[in-house]
T-cell receptor, first 115, second 113 residues
Framework: DTGVSQNPRHKITKRGQNVTFRCDPISEHNRLYWYRQTLGQGPEFLTYFQNEAQLEKSRLLSDRFSAERPKGSFSTLEIQRTEQGDSAMYLC?????????????FGEGSRLTVL | RKEVEQDPGPFNVPEGATVAFNCTYSNSASQSFFWYRQDCRKEPKLLMSVYSSGNEDGRFTAQLNRASQYISLLIRDSKLSDSATYLCVVNMFMAGNDYKLSFGAGTTVTVRA
């Protein structure tokens, strides 16, 4: 399968713990995006990378959140000191071009439940 | 005001019916518009782009009204498999001369036999 892959698919953690999600984009895509989706809402933009450079961060991304894409390939999203409000589906997407004309290809998401 | 607003529905329609719904967007500088489809507990997938002159893709017709800043999607001859949430998506300008895709909350369509 050459699509976007994310892991883990599901993560249950206790409040205050740290969690890390990984995203492997489509190999030739230079852009990688993180979105968060809660029930009944559309995906909310968190951050994106062009190659290894993180070019934009949403104000939704508090200082407990950090994302990296060290070699311009896979990316990680870490949440420190998780809170119950962090419970959501974390979606990764990649694209070859910018989103003026390009399509985002999403992974199946990593579902986080914070108890 | 939200960047993209949609009627959440749900729209419950019988097979074979036509269903249409709109979304509005706040940023007049937006240049690209899309409809994505999201099945229950699945990831969003591109359904179709929306062009200024309007466009069709089989039973799906998308329209764009830049003056009123709204986008519409019409589904003809509904199939059971059309049951999904339809996300209105607009590109929004970000700092650094780039764009992000902003998603509406989605319109839920349920087609019944």
């Amino acid at each position: 399968d050459t699509g976007v892959s994310q892991n883990p698919r599901h993560k249950i953690t206790k409040r205050g713990q740290n969690v890390t999600f990984r995203c492997d984009p489509i190999s030739e895509h230079n852009r990688l995006y993180w979105y968060r989706q809660t029930l009944g809402q559309g995906p909310e933009f968190l951050t994106y990378f062009q190659n290894e450079a993180q070019l934009e961060k949403s104000r939704l991304l508090s200082d407990r959140f950090s994302a990296e894409r060290p070699k311009g390939s896979f990316s990680t999203l870490e949440i420190q000191r998780t809170e119950q409000g962090d419970s959501a589906m974390y979606l990764c997407a990649s694209s070859l071009e910018g989103v003026i004309t390009g399509e985002l290809f999403f992974g199946e998401g990593s579902r986080l439940t914070v108890l | 005001r939200k960047e993209v607003e949609q009627d959440p529905g749900p729209f419950n329609v019988p097979e074979g019916a036509t269903v249409a719904f709109n979304c509005t967007y706040s940023n007049s500088a937006s240049q690209s518009f899309f409809w994505y489809r999201q099945d229950c507990r699945k990831e969003p997938k591109l359904l179709m782009s929306v062009y200024s002159s309007g466009n069709e893709d089989g039973r799906f017709t998308a329209q764009l009204n830049r003056a009123s800043q709204y986008i519409s999607l019409l589904i003809r001859d509904s199939k059971l498999s059309d049951s999904a949430t339809y996300l209105c998506v607009v590109n929004m300008f970000m700092a650094g001369n780039d764009y992000k895709l902003s998603f509406g909350a989605g319109t839920t369509v349920t087609v019944r036999a």
